[in-house]
Nanobody, 116 residues
Framework: QVQLVESGGGLVQTGGSLRLSCAAS????????WYWYRQAPGKQRELVAD???????NYADSVKGRFTIFRDDASQTAALQMDSLQPEDTAVYYC??????????WGQGIQVTVST
């Protein structure tokens, strides 16, 4: 059974940086795309970044130029480097691993809090 474990969240001051990691355990065949989402209190979950099998990276406009997504399929991990953090980046962040259109996995979520 595949499980995703996120790490690296926490409390940081405005302008600071954090690096989130997402590690997949279990036997995985054919990793497709990785996604990072976030959900702030009272708001809908939004897609922050994704990276395709070919390494193409896509970002939400709100994080473009500040966040960078990485993947390492050999170690079954993905990461989200977050720089120049702002209070509006405060949210629970989730990673998603897409294997196919009928198989995907989610992390448990990790809190990121940016103080003023």
């Amino acid at each position: 059974q595949v499980q995703l474990v996120e790490s690296g969240g926490g409390l940081v001051q405005t302008g600071g940086s954090l690096r989130l990691s997402c590690a997949a355990s279990g036997s995985i065949r054919g990793i497709n795309a990785w996604y990072w989402y976030r959900q702030a209190p009272g708001k809908q979950r939004e897609l922050v970044a994704d990276i395709t099998p070919g390494g193409i990276k896509n970002y939400a406009d709100s994080v473009k130029g500040r966040f960078t997504i990485f993947r390492d399929d050999a170690s079954q991990t993905a990461a989200l480097q977050m720089d120049s953090l702002q209070p509006e980046d405060t949210a629970v962040y989730y990673c998603q691993l897409l294997i196919s259109s009928w198989e995907d996995y989610w992390g448990q979520g990790i809190q990121v809090t940016v103080s003023t």
